[in-house]
């Protein structure tokens, strides 16, 4: 690790021009850099955790940064607009930020749908080194269709969709552009970069054959890693998937 590691607040334009809120955990040299993604209704810091394993990481000699996507946490924009492109795109403007900074190495790691982001980011971008996606969904559509009644059906514009984090509105056109992207090959593209996907065996959120479809897509290299009895959160498991994710981490971009 070369010199002492701290965090500063940054923020950076998406192609919409909206401000992106970041924090950025790095030392004196920008060598390689971990890009956080968060899940659905989930935000930079991850109640903390994030936080936490970002310092975890630079222990190790990796910068890390942490962001908001659009709509969401301190971030511009408003979550009615949520779609997977403009999550995409918001992970490219996160890896044209690190790269503007100097950082040699990128590598992402996505959650939930933040998962699904990176996937489909890192299978077009070669600037991207590695990916790792933990309880990403492969079929989107299937997943997000499967918590409204009928999107056909609204009265509006604004569908309402719910799950165990509470509900949230968004615009019809979100279920029309999750239709539009195929994650699995997205995956595929990814060799021969790593890729590292993390899943819970009880996940009862985003199926385990989410993860299967996703790792059997993919070419080599590629690890999979299910957590026995953890749940979309990984609640009470996420030391076991940050070991994960640090011994890959370490076994193909030494610090």
């Not at 989930?42 to 310092?55: F, L, P, R």
């Not at 301190?74 to 997977?84: N, Q, T, V």
Request: hydrophobic letters at 35%.
């Amino acid at each position: 690790m070369s010199g002492i590691y701290t965090w500063r607040k940054l923020t950076f334009l998406n192609d919409r021009g909206l401000n992106l809120a970041g924090l950025l955990y790095t030392g004196l040299d920008p060598g390689t850099i971990v890009i956080v993604c968060h899940g659905f209704t989930g935000g930079k810091e991850g109640g903390g955790k994030a936080v936490a394993m970002a310092e975890e990481i630079g222990v190790q000699g990796y910068s890390t940064l942490l962001f908001d996507f659009s709509g969401s946490g301190e971030s511009e924009g408003s979550f009615a607009d949520i779609s997977l492109s403009g999550h995409i795109n918001d992970v490219k403007c996160s890896v044209d930020c690190c790269h503007d900074l100097g950082f040699k190495s990128i590598i992402l790691v996505g959650r939930s749908f933040g998962g699904t982001a990176v996937l489909c980011q890192g299978g077009t971008d070669q600037r991207v080194a590695g990916v790792s996606c933990w309880a990403a969904p492969a079929e989107p559509f299937r997943i997000f269709s499967g918590r409204v009644k009928d999107v056909s059906t609204a009265e509006n514009d604004l569908v309402s969709m719910s799950d165990e984090s509470g509900t949230v509105l968004v615009k019809k056109s979100f279920f029309a552009d999750l239709k539009s992207h195929n994650v699995t090959h997205c995956a595929s593209s990814i060799s021969p970069r790593p890729l590292l996907v993390i899943h819970g065996e009880a996940d009862d959120t985003v199926p385990l054959s989410n993860a299967e479809n996703i790792y059997t897509a993919a070419g080599e290299p590629k690890s999979i890693k299910i957590i026995s009895g953890a749940d979309h959160q990984f609640s009470g498991h996420y030391q076991e998937v940050w070991q994960t994710f640090f011994h890959w981490l370490g076994a193909h971009f030494p610090g």
